[in-house]
């Protein structure tokens, strides 16, 4: 039986519109709990044949212990100890933010956020297997839209810009009714989701990579020995607890580090003129500067399909998306290939299927004549896609090459995007959109 994907802009408006409506209403049972990461167990528990149970247990023990429950949030110990930790996060923020969708005051997560992303931040949300592509799961520690370099976390702002304006061509819309206080309690929530998510992650991944002897009876933390009257049970508590700690630490440092490391985008060389938008490259066209756009299109288009940058062998040579199909983006790869399984090997992937884990779908490149860009349309945000690349998708950092294909050549690439556009493409989806919501969207920088 063949299963159908809402993929349309209108058929993702109409269906994020329907179900935000139906959060908002839902009454929800009490108690609600996060839900231990049993796929990236069962990974280790096939690739290396040993029981992943006691680990999944104790990892669950001391992300509860850190970071609290869905209706009771909480930060580590050391956020209140170490000074440097004291700014990344808000704890008023993250009660507003957390709770049941109908709490006075509280709720904003479950009530605009889980019915896609799941109550545990996990991408796995009641709506989730209809969508294409899935919801983001915030657990790896990985964001696509950003200004940050591949490897590096958002900033808070990438963050909050994806909350505030949406992602355009994705059932991530921008909802009106929310104030800038409600995005920046939502903010510090999906960046404690994706805290205590990564945590849970690393905890499992460093008994691995340390050979705990898990099938010998070994822990990751013993909670019994917090209170042994046995010295060495006791120290034994200590040190792995410390060992937690560490990790959450480390965790915790990589989302500080962002701040730093935002990606400059410097401005475009005098003669290469470059539009924001495609209003702006129709105006440019019929302007003074038309025939240095249609020459810069040019290039933009011999670089488009060289062997240098190669953007053809993805995104076809018209740019329409229809290239390489055929690759997965890195939340599948972590529990298939990462373990030598194909993502097509359905029955391979049953036990892991079975534990939460959404079909494999491959990800497809960005078909340019829709004029959606999911990490934002300004000419900045494109630069930054194209020299930075796009974290857990096939899309690379560019390579440069002297005299072949430089830095300054990006904008030349911009221009041919640029002019794939189709005229009114952009204009449908944004009023398809915005009938579905029932609130004209702004221009989505989305990073």
């Not at 990985?142 to 900033?155: A, E, Q, R």
């Not at 200590?238 to 990790?247: D, H, V």
């Not at 290239?323 to 359905?346: F, H, N, S, V």
Request: aromatic share 8%; proline share 6%.
């Amino acid at each position: 039986m063949q299963r159908f994907r809402f993929s349309s802009p209108v058929a993702i408006a109409v269906c994020v519109a329907v179900c935000v409506f139906a959060v908002g209403c839902k009454r929800e049972e009490r108690p609600v709990t996060f839900e231990p990461n049993f796929v990236h167990a069962m990974k280790y528990q096939i690739k290396d044949n040993v029981s992943m149970d006691q680990a999944s247990k104790d990892s669950m023990w001391v992300v509860t212990k850190m970071f609290g429950t869905p209706d009771e949030p909480k930060l580590p110990d050391f956020v209140a100890e170490e000074e440097d930790f004291a700014d990344l996060l808000d704890l008023e923020r993250l009660v507003r933010a957390s709770g049941p969708a109908d709490a006075e005051g509280r709720g904003l997560y479950r009530k605009h956020c889980a019915l896609c992303h799941g109550v545990t931040g996990n991408g796995r949300g009641t709506t989730a297997a209809i969508l294409n592509p899935y919801p983001r799961d915030y657990r790896m520690g990985v964001f696509k839209f950003k200004s940050t370099p591949l490897s590096y976390k958002p900033t808070r702002e990438d963050i909050a810009r994806s909350i505030r304006n949406g992602i355009p061509g994705t059932a991530m819309v921008k909802i009106p009714e929310l104030t800038e206080e409600d995005v920046q309690a939502l903010t510090d929530y999906v960046i404690y989701l994706s805290w205590r998510g990564e945590t849970e992650r690393a905890l499992i991944d460093d008994a691995v990579m340390e050979g705990v002897d898990f099938e010998g009876g070994e822990r990751i933390i013993n909670p019994e020995f917090a209170n042994s009257p046995d010295e060495e049970e006791q120290e034994l508590y200590e040190e792995q607890w410390e060992i937690s700690e560490e990790i959450a630490m480390g965790v915790a440092e990589s989302w500080l580090e962002a701040e730093d490391e935002v990606v400059e985008v410097p401005e475009p060389p005098s003669d290469i003129p470059v539009a924001n938008s495609r209003k702006e490259f129709v105006e440019l066209s019929q302007g003074d500067q038309a025939d240095a756009l249609a020459k810069s299109v040019e290039r933009g288009r011999e670089l488009f399909l060289g062997k240098v940058a190669s953007c053809s062998k993805c995104h076809g040579e018209k740019g329409l998306g229809n290239g390489q199909t055929t690759d997965y983006d890195e939340w599948t790869k972590d529990w298939t290939a990462r373990i030598g399984i194909k993502p097509e090997d359905r029955e391979a992937l049953i036990p892991l299927l079975a534990r939460g884990a959404l079909p494999p779908i491959n990800a497809v490149p960005r078909n340019f004549a829709e004029g959606l860009f999911h990490g934002g349309s300004d000419s900045s945000d494109l630069y930054r896609r194209i020299t930075q690349g796009i974290d857990g998708s096939p899309m690379p950092a560019a390579t440069f090459v002297e005299g072949q294909f430089e830095e300054q050549d990006v904008w030349h690439l911009i221009n041919f995007i640029r002019s794939l556009q189709t005229a009114d493409a952009e204009d449908a989806a944004d009023a398809a959109s915005s009938e579905a919501v029932g609130a004209e969207p702004e221009a989505s920088p989305a990073i």
